[in-house]
């Protein structure tokens, strides 16, 4: 190319040396490219189930036709993790995440996973009540979201009625959608109006309410897995072909380069023979 | 104390209707069965089709549907079973296991070992923890019991 610095022996060594290390990268990229793609297929058939749990939990709250109280408190859940490269899945959620809090400066924030808790620690270090790790290594289990539910509901700092859940919904393997998941509180489903036909037990109600929360909160945890293995998936496959192609683009300079010694090296003979 | 429905239940639907989903296993989906006999913390409750909407929370026992082809017994560990307006009975148990899968030498085992621990456990919670894991296994051998008649 016009404009280039002669290629010496010096600066093909160092072409060299970028090669090799890209190449390595390519084929670290290459592997956790089909370790995601592995887990995303794992992935995706619990959170197949986690979704028909979830509906079926939360058919109640569609029969009953709840609406949400005036001057309810809400609390935002982050549904997040601890790991990254994983595209924009992280971001996506502190955006959504952020700009609820711009609107709703007072609420009560909870965050699962690291990465989220980064990033909203710097812009608001002063709503975040508490903050769950050890999340996103493998799928969430029924255990850990009823342990998480547990702690959040006896949890004295956080006080709320209804929650909003910000988790990003698997769309397909190659998309996701940072939405929110709504939880209502049992006071609100016992005052809405098709609940009169139903007959109950008072002293189960709050059984109900914290069973309902874990539920809510695995489906959520459990979709949110999914959605981050495939952008994983999808985002290791685009680092290796990004370093595919600087492969081919390096090797082209590095031959041209070495074309170019060859050529020198021959004219400096061919000239020097010459002089003889 | 318990509250009655007020409103009374529409146009009978003549079927009853059943989800029945665990965390990580959706066992039914919309599966028609006849009756669902279950053990709730109310007491014993058998479900037919347009039985009166109803939340009742599962005690660690038998669910017992049936339907065209006989009668299909699972453990569930507990969960609440609710029964809506539209003859849709939705039931979430944490686990759930048929009863023919169900081991009665292992269950028998850690019964024992339960006892002994609630027997020689010093602080409340082992001993409560304890009382617990007696009351399954005992709620298991009797459903194997009754399983064996």
């Known amino acids: 190319a016009l404009g280039q610095q002669t290629r010496n022996m010096a600066t093909l060594k160092e072409i060299q040396t970028r090669l090799k290390s890209i190449t390595n990268i390519s084929k670290i990229t290459a592997s956790m490219k089909m370790i995601a793609s592995t887990k995303t297929t794992r992935a995706q058939r619990a959170m197949n189930v986690a979704r028909v749990y979830g509906k079926t939990s939360g058919d109640l709250v569609e029969q009953a036709g709840v609406q949400k109280a005036e001057s309810a408190n809400e609390l935002l859940i982050t549904v997040s993790s601890d790991k990254g490269l994983c595209g924009g899945i992280h971001s996506s959620l502190a955006r959504q995440s952020r700009k609820y809090l711009a609107e709703h400066p007072e609420a009560p924030l909870v965050v699962l996973g690291d990465k989220a808790k980064m990033q909203l620690q710097r812009a608001y270090p002063q709503n975040i009540k508490s903050s769950f790790n050890q999340i996103g290594a493998t799928i969430p289990t029924f255990e850990e979201s009823s342990e998480i539910a547990s702690t959040v509901l006896n949890d004295k700092d956080v006080v709320f009625d209804n929650a909003k859940l910000m988790y990003n919904k698997f769309v397909s393997a190659i998309a996701f959608e940072t939405s929110a998941m709504e939880f209502y509180p049992i006071s609100q489903i016992v005052e809405s109006p098709n609940f009169k036909a139903y007959e109950f037990q008072e002293d189960v109600l709050t059984n109900l309410n914290e069973f309902l929360f874990a539920n809510s909160l695995h489906w959520a945890l459990v979709e949110g897995h999914a959605a981050e293995m495939a952008a994983k998936r999808t985002a290791m496959e685009n680092a290796t072909k990004n370093a595919g192609d600087i492969i081919n683009r390096l090797t082209l300079q590095y031959n041209r380069g070495r074309q170019a010694v060859i050529t020198n090296e021959l004219i400096d003979i061919i000239t020097g023979a010459s002089a003889l | ?149």
Do not use: C, W
């Open chain 2, 1 to 149: 104390t318990r509250l009655y429905a007020s409103e009374a239940a529409g146009v009978p639907v003549g079927k009853l209707v059943v989800n029945f989903a665990l965390p990580h296993e959706s066992v039914m989906a919309n599966k028609e069965v006849h009756q669902v006999d279950m053990s709730a913390v109310s007491g014993d409750l058998g479900v037919l089709a347009d039985h009166v909407p109803t939340i009742e929370q599962l005690k660690p026992g038998v669910l017992d549907f049936i339907g065209d082809s006989g009668s299909q017994k699972y453990f569930v560990s507990g969960g609440f079973a609710i029964m809506n307006p539209n003859s849709v009975l939705n039931i979430n148990a944490v686990e759930a296991f048929k009863l023919e899968d169900i081991d009665p030498q292992a269950v028998a085992a850690n019964l024992a070992e339960s006892q002994r621990l609630a027997a020689s456990a010093k602080d409340e919670l082992t001993k409560e923890a304890a009382a617990i894991e007696i009351e399954l296994y005992e709620s298991l051998q009797s459903a194997l019991a009754g399983r064996a008649k």
